[in-house]
Structures are given as structure tokens and as C-alpha cells.
């Protein structure tokens, strides 16, 4: 499984970013799917995730109200949409995919910036 994640930029506070991930290869339909991320001089933590066959997802009470994950599977994409964004939003973000909550294909991370 590759995995290409896009759209990320630079955005004053309270401003929207779409984070893209463009699956591509065997990509299995149990796989979990989860948006990560990492600040500077922090652990990396996961954001948000879903499963490719549907169901339920997870949004980390952080960014609950804010962050929304969603899926096209037609296009093996999968979406993070983010409002209302603050600068502490500001990370590397990553999408990942696997079983269950171990991810083995990691994208190449997506730079967010959150000017205040």
C-alpha cells in the first residue's frame, strides 16, 4: 500500500484546511485508515481514523468539534477536513493504513501551519 497525503499550507488561526490521502495498491477493505500527527519537541498522536470498508471512526477529543474524517472510495482518498484551526493545530500531518490500530504503510507527511 502507497499512500500520498497533500494539502497542507499555512493558514491564519481559525482559517480551514483539507488534507487529502491518495491510497494506492493492495488495499484491503478491514484496513484502518488514521491521520496523524506531530508537533515539534512532541509524540506523534493519532487525529482521527476510519476503516475503508465504512463503519465507525474516531476523532481524538482534541479536535473533536473541529476535524472531520471522511472517505472516497472510489477514489481510494481519504479526507481530513479542519476548521476552525489554531495555531497549536501545527504539525506534520500524516496519513496511515493497516489492521486494527497497527499502521505498517505510513504516507511522507503533509506540513499545517497555524499562523496566529
Do not use: H
Not at 490521502?21 to 484502518?32: D, F, T, V
Not at 512532541?42 to 476503516?51: D, H, P, S, Y
Amino acid at each position: 500500500v502507497q499512500l500520498q497525503a497533500s494539502g497542507g499550507g499555512l493558514v491564519q488561526a481559525g482559517g480551514s484546511l483539507r488534507l487529502s490521502c491518495q491510497a494506492s495498491g493492495r488495499i484491503l477493505s478491514y484496513y484502518a485508515i488514521g491521520w496523524f500527527r506531530q508537533a515539534p519537541g512532541k509524540e506523534r498522536e493519532l487525529v482521527a481514523a476510519t476503516v475503508w470498508s465504512g463503519g465507525g471512526t474516531y476523532v481524538a477529543d482534541s479536535v473533536k468539534d473541529r476535524f472531520t474524517i471522511s472517505r472516497d472510495n472510489a477514489k481510494n482518498t481519504v479526507y481530513l477536513q479542519m476548521n476552525r484551526l489554531k495555531p497549536e493545530d501545527t504539525a506534520v500531518y500524516y496519513c496511515a493504513s493497516g489492521v486494527g490500530d497497527t499502521y505498517d504503510y505510513w504516507g511522507q507527511g503533509t506540513l499545517v501551519t497555524v499562523s496566529s
